[in-house]
């Protein structure tokens, strides 16, 4: 006996000093009772659905399984006590999220239909067999240019004209629907869904076609100044909703003005600060008035272009970048090239004007760190695989996705000794076909390589996982290790790992710690 007994001792040895890389062993030995009760329960309720509400029958669902693609599961998802558990955990900071992407495309359409000038039109006729290809174009257009053409679908309707909002809603063909098949087209056109996701796109450059389709649909909605306030009110109530407390945003600057009220494209990149900077001060208040001050510390902004540009027009978009930081110091948080890195330019193609805008800060006396997109790929050794050296050559605060990095030790190594975390978004990689779903995301093995992680939802409007408890959820039913200590781990790092400056980064911590503490006792008194 005395020689198993050796054996397991050895074993219990091995497998701590493995575990002992991982974020949360590091406050493990001060775990309180409450949090060890806490995850025991959780941990239990985890084992109890994967026995039960994941091994049941459910039409249309042939081979459900915790972890599962997201789109099918969905609806399973949100009947679980593991949903309902995480949905009241504070959640610390969202620091990867598109704003383009950020609010429900059912509340944007509902924003549109506020303004009689928005218009729309298509270049083909409508009929049910393209609806999910005969994409709408949307625009606010000046009083003078405005029509009274009544219907987008009748059979006098010119092919390219401008057709208000409100007359194409309400007089959509009953054969194509009606008013909801109108609002279904719209909405459709501005997310992805189960049989595109896992059918008609199921590869990585079919599905980024459909993606990249949702973004040309919705900016005409979006980048309009009325709808541009309270799109962004959606986006902080929202993500407070969930238990998010900080937003780092990346707002895509491609375009450089905006729409305004008037139908004319003359708003500049300031004024898009101004309505930020306005709208977070609004919400900071009316929550102070609700007696929870604390339950939304903030917003910044990652300031982002795309990545088809020449270099000799990233410098314009640069020296913009700098001058909005000196005129709003507290909202510019960093800079980032966005896009599909498996076919647009790499960082070394813009490594020259990067450099050169290293120096322009310095010249300038401000500071905007990189925050890069990097390895969102399935290669190895391809140009988007290899911008993660490039990324961090170049100094990059966060590495956006990094789904391929733990293939390379070295820099695996080095984001843990230099505290580089990865903005981890699950669901999006699997949507986007990195993974077919999540008990195959690398993300266990960088939490085991002790790299710091952000859990992040990218597109949540496009992707149907608004907040963050669906990319919780998701995390902790795929793994037998991962437990509630694992998720507040990961929600404190989303802090520490934020540009917030000391003394907020300390206001934010600490509300956190309060917060955390109050999602404890509710578990254990859900677990009675």
């Known amino acids: 006996m005395s020689s ?4 397991e001792a050895q074993r219990a040895s091995l497998i701590e000093d493995d575990r002992a890389l991982r974020r949360e062993y590091l406050t493990s030995n001060s775990r309180s009772e409450k949090e060890i009760g806490a995850d025991k329960i959780v941990r239990r309720i985890r084992a109890s659905e994967a026995e039960t509400i994941w091994k049941e029958e459910h039409s249309s669902i042939p081979h459900p399984f915790p972890g599962m693609e997201f789109l ?35 509340f ?11 218009h729309v039109r298509i270049q083909k006729p409508l009929e049910a067999s393209n609806l999910a ?21 009748g059979p006098s309707y010119p092919l390219g004209s401008w057709v208000s909002l409100q007359n194409a809603r309400n007089s959509f063909a009953p054969d194509l629907g009606g008013k909801d098949g109108f609002d279904n087209w719209v909405i459709g056109s501005m997310t992805i869904n189960p ?58 600057f491609l375009y450089k003005h905006m729409y305004g009220a008037d139908g004319q494209d003359n708003i500049p990149h300031r004024e898009w600060l101004v ?7 609004e919400v900071k208040e009316e929550m102070a ?27 314009w978009y640069t020296e913009d970048c700098i001058a909005l930081k000196k005129e709003f110091p507290h909202l510019i948080a960093g800079f980032d090239l966005v896009g599909d890195e498996n076919v647009l330019k790499p960082l070394i193609y813009y490594a020259e004007t990067l450099l050169r805008f290293r120096e322009r800060q310095k010249e300038e006396g401000v500071d905007i760190p990189f925050i890069f997109h990097a390895g969102e790929t399935l290669g190895d050794g391809t140009e988007a695989d290899v911008n993660l050296y490039d990324a961090i050559l170049l100094g990059t605060k966060r590495i956006g996705h990094g789904y391929s990095l733990i293939k390379h030790p070295k820099l695996v190594e080095t984001c843990r000794q230099k505290g580089i975390a990865v903005e981890v978004c699950p669901i999006s990689n699997e949507i986007l076909r990195l993974t077919s779903s999540m008990p195959m995301h690398p993300l266990p093995a960088l939490l085991n390589n002790g790299v710091p992680v952000a859990l992040c939802s990218d597109d949540p409007a496009v992707f149907g996982n608004m907040g ?9 039913a795929a793994s037998e290790i991962t437990g509630l200590s694992t998720l507040g781990a990961i929600a404190r790092d989303s802090i520490e790992f934020s540009t917030l400056d000391g003394e907020e980064k300390k206001i934010a911590l600490d509300e956190f710690e309060r917060r955390w503490a109050e999602f404890l006792d509710y578990v254990l008194e859900y677990g009675q």
């Not at 309505?275 to 001060?281: A, H, K, L």
């Not at 963050?468 to 902790?476: A, E, P, S, W």
């Open 4 to 7: 198993l007994a050796e054996y």
């Open 72 to 106: 099918t599961g969905k609806s399973i998802i949100v009947k679980t006590q593991l949903f309902e558990i995480l949905s009241k955990m504070p959640k610390g900071a969202l620091l990867h999220a598109h704003l383009d992407a950020t609010v429900n495309a059912e």
């Open 108 to 118: 944007l359409l509902e924003l549109a239909l506020k303004q009689p000038a928005i």
């Open 133 to 153: 290809t005969n994409l709408p174009e949307f625009r606010i257009l000046p009083r003078e240019q405005c029509t009274d053409i009544p219907s987008l679908t």
């Open 195 to 252: 049989a595109e996701a896992y059918g008609t796109h199921n590869t990585i450059a079919k599905i980024w076609k459909k993606f990249g389709s949702t973004f040309i649909t919705s900016t005409g909605l979006i980048r309009v100044e009325p709808i541009f306030s309270e799109y962004i009110r959606q986006f902080f109530r929202s993500s407070i909703a969930d238990g998010i407390s900080y937003v780092e945003p990346r707002i895509n």
């Open 275 to 281: 309505m930020f900077d306005r709208v977070s001060n």
């Open 289 to 315: 008035q609700q007696g929870r001050a604390g339950q939304f510390i903030g917003a910044r902004i990652i300031y982002s272009t795309i990545r088809f540009i020449t270099p000799e027009e990233l410098e």
């Open 468 to 476: 963050l408890t669906f990319d919780y959820f998701q995390v902790l």
